[in-house]
Protein backbone atom coordinates (compact mmCIF):
# COMPACT_ATOMS: atom_id res chain seq x y z
CA UNK A 1 0.00 0.00 0.00
CA UNK A 2 2.83 2.17 0.70
CA UNK A 3 4.99 1.35 -2.59
CA UNK A 4 1.27 2.68 -4.46
CA UNK A 5 0.98 5.47 -2.04
CA UNK A 6 4.06 6.92 -3.00
CA UNK A 7 3.93 5.77 -6.83
CA UNK A 8 0.87 8.26 -6.70
CA UNK A 9 2.42 11.13 -4.90
CA UNK A 10 5.50 10.97 -7.73
CA UNK A 11 3.41 10.99 -9.92
CA UNK A 12 1.52 14.00 -9.12
CA UNK A 13 4.79 15.90 -8.13
CA UNK A 14 6.23 15.12 -12.18
CA UNK A 15 2.75 16.63 -13.41
CA UNK A 16 2.85 19.74 -11.26
CA UNK A 17 6.65 20.53 -12.20
CA UNK A 18 6.37 19.41 -16.08
CA UNK A 19 2.94 21.80 -16.27
CA UNK A 20 4.63 24.87 -14.65
CA UNK A 21 7.77 23.95 -17.28
CA UNK A 22 5.66 23.64 -20.42
CA UNK A 23 3.72 27.19 -19.40
CA UNK A 24 6.97 29.47 -18.45
CA UNK A 25 7.56 30.23 -22.14
CA UNK A 26 4.56 31.02 -23.24
CA UNK A 27 4.40 33.53 -20.07
CA UNK A 28 8.23 35.07 -20.96
CA UNK A 29 6.98 35.35 -24.55
CA UNK A 30 3.44 37.26 -23.53
CA UNK A 31 5.72 39.57 -20.48
CA UNK A 32 8.71 40.14 -21.75
CA UNK A 33 8.73 41.02 -25.55
CA UNK A 34 11.66 41.45 -27.47
CA UNK A 35 14.59 43.83 -26.79
CA UNK A 36 16.24 46.49 -28.07
CA UNK A 37 19.82 47.66 -28.63
CA UNK A 38 20.14 49.59 -25.34
CA UNK A 39 22.78 51.78 -26.77
CA UNK A 40 20.78 53.52 -28.88
CA UNK A 41 20.46 56.81 -28.24
CA UNK A 42 18.04 60.11 -29.90
CA UNK A 43 18.80 63.39 -29.18
CA UNK A 44 15.63 65.62 -27.55
CA UNK A 45 13.93 67.45 -30.98
CA UNK A 46 11.79 70.80 -31.04
CA UNK A 47 8.24 70.71 -32.24
CA UNK A 48 6.71 67.51 -33.20
CA UNK A 49 8.74 64.45 -35.46
CA UNK A 50 6.21 63.35 -37.41
CA UNK A 51 6.21 59.73 -39.05
CA UNK A 52 4.06 58.08 -41.86
CA UNK A 53 3.10 54.71 -42.50
CA UNK A 54 2.36 54.03 -45.93
CA UNK A 55 1.27 50.39 -46.96
CA UNK A 56 -1.47 47.58 -46.37
CA UNK A 57 -2.92 45.12 -44.18
CA UNK A 58 0.81 44.80 -42.83
CA UNK A 59 0.83 48.42 -42.05
CA UNK A 60 -2.77 48.84 -40.28
CA UNK A 61 -1.75 45.67 -38.68
CA UNK A 62 -4.86 43.54 -39.61
CA UNK A 63 -5.97 41.25 -36.27
CA UNK A 64 -3.85 42.75 -33.72
CA UNK A 65 -4.59 45.40 -31.95
CA UNK A 66 -3.69 49.26 -32.69
CA UNK A 67 -0.79 49.51 -30.47
CA UNK A 68 0.28 46.35 -31.22
CA UNK A 69 0.81 47.24 -35.08
CA UNK A 70 4.47 47.79 -36.58
CA UNK A 71 4.19 51.79 -37.00
CA UNK A 72 3.00 52.34 -33.14
CA UNK A 73 5.47 49.85 -31.90
CA UNK A 74 8.30 51.57 -33.93
CA UNK A 75 6.90 55.18 -32.42
CA UNK A 76 7.14 53.46 -28.64
CA UNK A 77 10.31 52.30 -29.04
CA UNK A 78 11.54 55.93 -30.85
CA UNK A 79 9.22 57.25 -27.50
CA UNK A 80 11.37 55.28 -25.24
CA UNK A 81 14.55 56.69 -26.31
CA UNK A 82 14.04 60.01 -25.23
CA UNK A 83 10.58 60.84 -23.53
CA UNK A 84 11.00 64.34 -23.94
CA UNK A 85 10.22 64.04 -27.79
CA UNK A 86 6.81 64.27 -29.29
CA UNK A 87 6.09 62.01 -31.88
CA UNK A 88 2.88 62.09 -34.54
CA UNK A 89 1.93 59.01 -36.33
CA UNK A 90 -0.13 58.99 -39.21
CA UNK A 91 -0.88 55.77 -41.43
CA UNK A 92 -2.04 55.37 -45.02
CA UNK A 93 -2.74 52.18 -45.38
CA UNK A 94 -5.69 49.71 -45.26
CA UNK A 95 -5.79 45.80 -45.97
CA UNK A 96 -5.92 44.62 -49.97
CA UNK A 97 -4.60 47.71 -51.35
CA UNK A 98 -2.48 47.26 -54.25
CA UNK A 99 0.01 50.31 -55.33
CA UNK A 100 -2.59 51.28 -57.28
CA UNK A 101 -4.60 51.74 -54.39
CA UNK A 102 -2.01 53.15 -52.10
CA UNK A 103 -1.34 55.77 -54.87
CA UNK A 104 -5.08 56.22 -55.16
CA UNK A 105 -5.30 57.34 -51.20
CA UNK A 106 -2.43 59.30 -50.69
CA UNK A 107 -3.78 61.52 -53.90
CA UNK A 108 -6.82 61.80 -52.44
CA UNK A 109 -5.61 62.65 -48.55
CA UNK A 110 -2.97 64.87 -50.21
CA UNK A 111 -1.23 65.22 -46.90
CA UNK A 112 1.49 67.74 -46.60
CA UNK A 113 5.37 67.07 -46.93
CA UNK A 114 6.43 67.27 -43.55
CA UNK A 115 7.16 63.87 -42.32
CA UNK A 116 10.22 63.18 -40.45
CA UNK A 117 10.48 59.77 -41.25
CA UNK A 118 8.27 57.61 -43.67
CA UNK A 119 8.11 53.94 -43.89
CA UNK A 120 6.88 52.24 -47.11
CA UNK A 121 5.52 48.74 -47.41
CA UNK A 122 3.87 47.66 -50.19
CA UNK A 123 3.19 44.92 -53.00
CA UNK A 124 2.00 41.23 -51.45
CA UNK A 125 -1.62 42.24 -53.21
CA UNK A 126 -0.12 43.06 -56.45
CA UNK A 127 1.16 39.45 -56.14
CA UNK A 128 -2.13 37.73 -54.47
CA UNK A 129 -4.65 39.38 -56.77
CA UNK A 130 -2.30 38.41 -59.48
CA UNK A 131 -1.72 41.80 -61.17
CA UNK A 132 1.22 41.52 -63.42
CA UNK A 133 4.31 41.95 -62.47
CA UNK A 134 5.20 44.97 -64.62
CA UNK A 135 2.48 46.76 -63.06
CA UNK A 136 4.73 46.78 -59.78
CA UNK A 137 7.69 47.88 -61.74
CA UNK A 138 5.72 50.92 -62.56
CA UNK A 139 3.77 51.60 -59.79
CA UNK A 140 7.01 51.09 -56.93
CA UNK A 141 9.00 53.79 -57.83
CA UNK A 142 6.06 55.78 -58.09
CA UNK A 143 5.22 55.04 -54.72
CA UNK A 144 8.70 55.44 -53.43
CA UNK A 145 8.82 59.22 -55.25
CA UNK A 146 5.52 60.11 -53.55
CA UNK A 147 7.18 59.12 -50.23
CA UNK A 148 10.30 60.91 -50.33
CA UNK A 149 8.30 64.11 -51.32
CA UNK A 150 6.41 63.52 -48.51
CA UNK A 151 9.41 63.41 -46.15
CA UNK A 152 10.40 66.95 -47.05
CA UNK A 153 11.85 65.80 -49.88
CA UNK A 154 14.71 64.02 -48.83
CA UNK A 155 15.45 60.03 -49.34
CA UNK A 156 17.51 59.78 -46.60
CA UNK A 157 14.40 59.79 -44.46
CA UNK A 158 12.71 56.70 -46.23
CA UNK A 159 12.86 52.94 -44.77
CA UNK A 160 11.08 50.90 -47.52
CA UNK A 161 10.16 47.49 -45.94
CA UNK A 162 10.69 44.47 -47.65
CA UNK A 163 7.20 42.32 -48.00
CA UNK A 164 6.20 39.31 -45.58
CA UNK A 165 5.85 35.81 -46.69
CA UNK A 166 2.37 34.19 -45.77
CA UNK A 167 3.60 31.11 -47.57
CA UNK A 168 4.77 30.10 -43.97
CA UNK A 169 1.30 30.81 -42.25
CA UNK A 170 -1.70 28.54 -42.12
CA UNK A 171 -3.32 30.45 -44.74
CA UNK A 172 -0.37 29.95 -47.04
CA UNK A 173 -0.38 26.28 -46.88
CA UNK A 174 -3.71 25.76 -47.30
CA UNK A 175 -3.15 27.62 -51.02
CA UNK A 176 -2.36 25.16 -53.96
CA UNK A 177 0.96 26.20 -54.31
CA UNK A 178 2.74 27.59 -51.08
CA UNK A 179 5.98 27.67 -52.96
CA UNK A 180 4.59 29.46 -56.23
CA UNK A 181 3.54 32.44 -53.16
CA UNK A 182 7.18 32.37 -51.87
CA UNK A 183 9.14 32.29 -55.59
CA UNK A 184 6.89 35.59 -56.22
CA UNK A 185 7.19 37.37 -52.82
CA UNK A 186 10.67 37.15 -53.73
CA UNK A 187 10.48 38.65 -57.33
CA UNK A 188 8.58 41.46 -54.93
CA UNK A 189 11.60 42.06 -52.93
CA UNK A 190 14.03 41.49 -55.20
CA UNK A 191 13.22 44.91 -57.71
CA UNK A 192 12.07 46.56 -54.53
CA UNK A 193 15.35 45.79 -53.06
CA UNK A 194 17.12 46.84 -55.95
CA UNK A 195 15.61 49.87 -56.56
CA UNK A 196 16.33 51.01 -53.91
CA UNK A 197 20.08 49.54 -53.79
CA UNK A 198 20.44 51.61 -57.14
CA UNK A 199 18.99 54.88 -55.87
CA UNK A 200 20.84 54.82 -52.11
CA UNK A 201 17.20 54.40 -50.17
CA UNK A 202 16.82 52.29 -47.07
CA UNK A 203 15.67 49.32 -47.64
CA UNK A 204 15.31 46.57 -44.52
CA UNK A 205 14.49 43.17 -45.29
CA UNK A 206 12.12 41.29 -42.26
CA UNK A 207 10.89 38.56 -44.93
CA UNK A 208 13.06 36.16 -42.93
CA UNK A 209 11.19 36.68 -40.09
CA UNK A 210 7.21 36.01 -41.59
CA UNK A 211 9.03 32.84 -42.88
CA UNK A 212 9.81 31.08 -39.33
CA UNK A 213 5.82 31.05 -39.01
CA UNK A 214 5.20 27.46 -39.34
CA UNK A 215 7.96 26.28 -37.18
CA UNK A 216 7.26 29.55 -34.49
CA UNK A 217 3.27 29.77 -34.08
CA UNK A 218 3.81 32.11 -31.73
CA UNK A 219 4.88 35.12 -35.12
CA UNK A 220 1.35 34.66 -36.74
CA UNK A 221 -1.73 36.27 -35.96
CA UNK A 222 -4.67 34.49 -34.81
CA UNK A 223 -6.75 34.86 -38.13
CA UNK A 224 -3.41 32.27 -39.42
CA UNK A 225 -2.61 34.78 -42.28
CA UNK A 226 -0.82 37.96 -40.59
CA UNK A 227 2.25 39.13 -38.77
CA UNK A 228 1.16 38.61 -34.83
CA UNK A 229 2.42 41.28 -32.24
CA UNK A 230 5.83 39.15 -31.59
CA UNK A 231 6.42 39.24 -35.26
CA UNK A 232 6.14 42.95 -35.51
CA UNK A 233 8.28 43.70 -32.30
CA UNK A 234 11.08 41.89 -33.96
CA UNK A 235 10.66 43.88 -37.31
CA UNK A 236 10.83 47.23 -34.83
CA UNK A 237 14.22 45.69 -33.75
CA UNK A 238 15.35 45.76 -37.39
CA UNK A 239 13.74 49.55 -38.16
CA UNK A 240 14.89 51.19 -35.09
CA UNK A 241 18.34 51.36 -35.73
CA UNK A 242 17.50 53.14 -38.90
CA UNK A 243 14.84 55.09 -37.70
CA UNK A 244 17.50 56.41 -35.44
CA UNK A 245 20.11 57.30 -37.54
CA UNK A 246 17.45 59.22 -39.75
CA UNK A 247 16.66 61.02 -36.78
CA UNK A 248 19.92 61.94 -35.87
CA UNK A 249 20.50 63.71 -38.42
Not at 57 to 75: A, D, H, M, N, W
Not at 88 to 104: C, R
Not at 112 to 129: A, F, H
Amino acid sequence: MRTILKIVVTFFIFAIITSCSSENPIMQSETNPPSTDSSLQLPTKSGTINYLALGDSYTIGESVCETCRFPEQLKKALKNLNEQNNFALEIIAQTGWTTTNLISAIESKNPSPKYDLVTLLIGVNNQYQNKVFSLYEKEFPELVTKAISLAKGDKNKLIVVSIPDYAYTPFGQGSSNPATISTEIDRYNTFAKSYCEANAITYVNITDITRQGLSNTSLVASDGLHPSTDAYALFVQRLLPKAVAILQK
